[in-house]
């Protein structure tokens, strides 16, 4: 008998601070979470303020706009892979793949790796990595697997990713406001972002993408609902250990 079991995913891009904190940096591949308001709206539960002026919203938008014009960098480097078998018993090994290519990273000027860092590759069933401009660099379905019992078996999985994060920091993108402005009536911010030919109303990653030409008040009427829908923003799946993988 086949035997089901339900797990949930943090989902990305969730509603976070309006106003930037004293010590953003720009965005970069290894620290997604830098990127400003992921929601570019409302803190905490509803009924709370996000902003009160438009510069509340604007302000950390331009930041992240204006990285996005220059190429980018990190301040890790890989130091060697490990190939981890998935278990279902343990949430820190319930891959989207039966396997999962563990990156070791170390920061800065530190000698060893701490399993923190580590870049983990067949990990999630959508995207495994973000891009600066809001784009998948490595999705589920690029994961080639892996053997835990070959040393070796994840090396060339964790170069093919440092070449893209290379690629990726090496852009620079065509990326503007199209409009910010702070919902007095609705305490939030009311955003939208293009980045190429990309539209969205969010400046993070797993943010949806819109097709730049529709109006900035039909992506917002759909981005900002006037009704608000209680519950969290994690999205559940029904899991079959028996799939090759999860990947959607």
């Not at 060697?80 to 290519?101: I, K, M, Q, V, Y």
């Not at 170069?159 to 990326?175: G, Q, S, Y």
């Not at 406001?177 to 109303?201: G, H, L």
Request: charged letters at 25%; aromatic letters at 6%.
């Amino acid at each position: 008998m086949r035997r089901f079991f339900v797990m949930t995913w943090m989902s990305l891009g969730v509603a976070a601070a309006c106003s930037s904190s004293g010590d953003n940096k720009a965005p970069t591949p290894d620290h997604p979470a830098a990127l400003p308001d992921p929601m570019n709206g409302q803190t905490g539960s509803p009924g709370q303020c996000g902003c009160t002026q438009d510069a509340d919203c604007s302000g950390p938008l331009i930041q992240g706009i204006d990285s996005l014009k220059v190429p980018g960098h990190h301040d890790w480097r890989f130091v060697g892979s490990e190939c981890a078998r998935r278990d279902t018993n343990d949430s820190r090994r319930l891959f989207a793949h039966p396997t999962a290519c563990l990156c070791h990273r170390v920061f800065g000027d530190a000698g060893s790796f701490v399993p923190e860092n580590n870049l983990i590759l067949g990990d999630h069933p959508i995207c495994d990595l973000d891009g600066r401009s809001n784009d998948c660099l490595y999705g589920c379905k690029d994961f080639p697997e892996c053997d835990p019992a070959d040393a070796s078996s994840c090396d060339a999985t964790c170069a093919d990713i440092e070449t893209r994060i290379a690629k990726d920091e090496a852009k620079i993108f065509d990326a503007a406001i199209r409009t910010s402005k702070c919902s007095t009536d609705r305490c939030i911010c009311e955003s939208v972002i293009r980045v190429e030919d990309r539209c969205y109303a969010a400046l993070a990653p797993g943010a949806k993408v819109y097709h730049c030409s529709l109006s900035d008040a039909a992506i917002l009427a759909d981005a900002y609902p006037t009704t608000y829908v209680g519950g969290g923003s994690n999205k559940t799946y029904q899991l079959d250990p028996d799939a090759s993988n999860w990947c959607e």
